[in-house]
């Protein structure tokens, strides 16, 4: 499979207000990755699941999306049971997990104070994400979590919003062979308020299964 392309820009400073939190963070936790994270696994996986930001002590703090955070106990749990991911934790970047034939990344790719990216911010990040998804092969589901990342998307891929309503569950077909589910996000808020249960995130990937295995 390919190896990451140049969809990522380790040192990309594009976002003022952005850059200079994560110099704070820096010099406050100085053992933290605290820079731009890069996606996690191969460019031509056929799941593409796609996230909002980093979080503060997670991927912030580790390098790799969900890794170290209380959305990746879930997911990684979940993407592990469908035979995505070669272990059911990820707590560190070189923990040895290894992802087969699926790939995570995020809608913005710096940690946003208070998890919260400025509108004009997930445009700015929606370039790289847009690379991403230009090459991706027939029959690859994209996999997003939380409107948000459903919204960057659909941007990426000059879609409307409109016609492409976000839904938990919800399956849209974007055209050229690929396909856009959403799914609530794994959030500790949503998952402690059940707005999002295991077997309701089951159901998705469960779904994305199937949908791989037609492709």
Do not use: W
């Amino acid at each position: 499979m390919k190896a990451d392309c140049s969809a990522f820009d380790a040192s990309c400073r594009r976002c003022e207000r952005l850059a200079g939190f994560l110099d704070e963070v820096r010099n406050d936790h100085p053992t933290y990755f605290a820079r731009p994270v890069p996606p996690f696994g191969a460019s031509d996986a056929r799941l593409l699941i796609v996230g909002l930001a980093p979080g503060m002590h997670g991927a912030n703090a580790t390098g790799r999306p969900f890794t170290g955070d209380f959305a990746g106990i879930l997911l990684y749990r979940t993407l592990h049971d469908f035979g995505f991911a070669s272990r059911p934790t990820s707590v560190a970047r070189d923990d040895g997990l290894e992802l087969h034939d699926c790939r995570i990344t995020n809608a913005v790719k710096c940690l946003p104070p208070q998890n919260k990216p400025l509108p004009s911010e997930i445009k700015c990040c929606n370039d790289f994400l847009k690379i991403e998804l230009a090459d991706l092969p027939a029959g690859t589901i994209i996999l997003a979590l939380g409107r948000i990342a459903h919204d960057a998307v659909l941007r990426a891929q000059g879609k409307r919003g409109k016609d492409f309503v976000f839904g938990h569950a919800a399956e849209h077909a974007l055209g050229d062979g690929l396909t856009l589910l959403d799914s609530y996000h794994c959030s500790r808020y949503n998952t402690q308020t059940r707005r999002l249960t295991e077997d309701m995130f089951r159901a998705v990937f469960t779904r994305a299964r199937a949908l791989l295995g037609q492709a």
